[in-house]
């Protein structure tokens, strides 16, 4: 059973950066690819973005790209979301998961773990 465990969220002003991390029990946590999904009040569950068990390969939701990184440290049994130039419409509650599955998928059905998320908010 994989437990994970998401911190970082906080109210922030529009153009403002927030990192979240996400640490994970799992001794064997490389094998795991991880993703970051978000769901506003309302709305169905979000994907934001996944990355490979190795790391080498992320994957990226259309709305985020090109202000949000993934990125993971398995060392630490940890994976991050960094979060350049935010808006008011990335105000969500952020989760992470993980699946065994070897390819970066964007629907919620193939992840087996989630976290349960932290908030965050972007003021205008």
């Known amino acids: 059973q994989v437990q994970l465990v998401e911190s970082g969220g906080g109210l922030v002003q529009a153009g403002a950066s927030l990192r979240l991390s996400c640490a994970a029990s799992?001794?064997?946590?490389?094998?795991?690819?991880m993703a970051w999904f978000r769901q506003a009040p309302g709305k169905e569950r979000e994907f934001v973005a996944a990355?490979?068990?190795?790391?080498?390969?992320?994957k990226y939701g259309d709305s985020v790209k090109g202000r949000f990184t993934i990125s993971r440290d398995n060392a630490k049994n940890t994976v991050y979301l960094q979060m350049n130039s935010l808006k008011p419409e990335d105000t969500a509650v952020y989760y992470c998961?993980?699946?065994?599955?070897?390819?970066?998928?964007?629907?919620?059905?193939?992840?087996?773990?989630w976290g349960q998320g932290t908030q965050v908010t972007v003021s205008s």
């Open positions: 799992e001794r064997t946590f490389s094998g795991y690819a």
């Open positions: 998961a993980a699946t065994r599955a070897v390819v970066l998928l964007a629907t919620t059905r193939f992840y087996n773990y």
């Open positions: 990355i490979t068990g190795s790391g080498g390969t992320t």
